[in-house]
């Protein structure tokens, strides 16, 4: 199985975007991290960001809303050009609003992604993820770049991997937090399909830091 690279542009030179963007073509998707300062304790960009850059990739456009209230940007974000937009399981009430939200990035026309955080279990989300093109599994806890990978979350990814296979689903696992040359091995062993990486690429050689990303999944 071929794993997906999905750069995290938050961790990308600002000053350069465009460059920074050419850099990780080759990568299948392009991972954005939308904040609000209330959901997580930090701001990021919105559409207005996203709208500038889709002109210069044809790659997919994975939008993570950790922002309050999603359903309110969802065609926003869609219109501004994700493919994918992921929600939080922790912005919503229980699972029936998780579900409308789901309704709602549908219904706009994009991808559905769920993401749960390091202390959130699984089962949380297990009775929606029939529903979902992609379960983000965080493994650091969200709001901030360049933290530590949590290895206790990796049995999560596991059980996660087992759920999908054994109902035969199609739904993919993203994992986001951490994720280097060192702990991609880890969660690939563990089901992962999709791998998100912020400093791991853009920290230096970005082309360079891709393609050993890249090795390091072979298994």
């Known amino acids: 199985m ?5 750069p995290s542009l938050l961790s990308a030179d600002f000053s350069c975007l465009r460059e920074s963007l050419e850099d990780v073509q080759s990568a299948e998707m392009l991972h954005l991290d939308i904040m609000d300062g209330h959901f997580v304790p930090n701001i990021t960009f919105g559409p207005c960001v996203i709208r500038k850059i889709r002109p210069y990739s044809d790659q997919i456009f994975d939008t993570h809303l950790m922002i309050e209230d999603p ?19 922790e912005s919503h009430d229980d699972t029936e609003d998780m ?35 992609m379960v983000l599994v965080m493994t650091v806890v ?21 759920y999908i296979d054994g109902e ?3 739904t993919e696992i993203s994992v986001d937090g ?9 969660v690939v062993e563990a089901g992962a399909d999709i791998l998100v990486a912020g400093s791991a690429i853009f920290r230096g050689d970005a082309k360079s830091n891709l393609n050993k990303l890249r090795e390091s999944t072979i298994i």
Do not use: C
């Not at 359903?71 to 399981?89: E, L, N, P």
């Not at 951490?178 to 880890?186: E, K, L």
């Open 142 to 162: 969200p709001g901030f770049g360049g933290q530590g990978f949590m290895h206790e979350v990796v049995p999560k990814i596991r059980e996660i991997r087992n």
């Open 178 to 186: 951490g994720v280097s040359t060192d702990t991609a091995p880890i």
């Open 99 to 133: 579900l409308r939200s789901l309704d709602v990035i549908r219904d706009a026309g994009a991808k559905t992604g769920l993401s749960i955080n390091p202390a959130t279990p699984w089962e949380t989300i297990k009775g929606l993820i029939p529903e979902l093109d």
């Open 168 to 170: 035969e689903l199609l």
């Open 2 to 6: 071929e794993i997906k690279i999905s």
């Open 71 to 89: 359903r309110k940007y969802v065609q926003d974000f869609v219109d501004a050009g994700s493919d994918y937009i992921t929600i939080h399981a």
